[in-house]
Nanobody, 119 residues
Framework: QVQLAESGGGLVQTGGSLRLSCAASGSISSINNMAWYRQAPGKQRELVAG???????SYTGIVKGRFAISRDNAKGTVYLQMNSLAPEDTAVYYCAATLMSEGGERGYWGQGTQVTVSS
């Protein structure tokens, strides 16, 4: 059974930093694209950043220059370094991955980790 497990969320003051991690586990042949999404209360889930297997990254405009996505293919882990955090960044952060397992290629979601930025 494939699972994505996030960690690293918490409470931080405005201007602070957090680093999120998401590790894939299970019977996995390969991991393709990985990404971080977030969902604030009353809002739709939105894409924050993505990274290909080769390391090509993309970001939504409001986090450019503040957040950095990276991955360790050997560990099956994706990271999100978040700097200069603002209250508007408060949300549940989810990792997502497209990967190949026994059941073929499909997308998976983590359970989410809460990030709260106090003003």
């Amino acid at each position: 059974q494939v699972q994505l497990a996030e960690s690293g969320g918490g409470l931080v003051q405005t201007g602070g930093s957090l680093r999120l991690s998401c590790a894939a586990s299970g019977s996995i042949s390969s991991i393709n694209n990985m990404a971080w999404y977030r969902q604030a209360p009353g809002k739709q889930r939105e894409l924050v950043a993505g990274i290909s297997r080769a390391g090509t990254t993309s970001y939504t405009g409001i986090v450019k220059g503040r957040f950095a996505i990276s991955r360790d293919n050997a560990k099956g882990t994706v990271y999100l370094q978040m700097n200069s955090l603002a209250p508007e960044d408060t949300a549940v952060y989810y990792c997502a991955a497209t990967l190949m397992s026994e059941g073929g290629e499909r997308g998976y979601w983590g359970q989410g980790t809460q990030v709260t930025v106090s003003s």
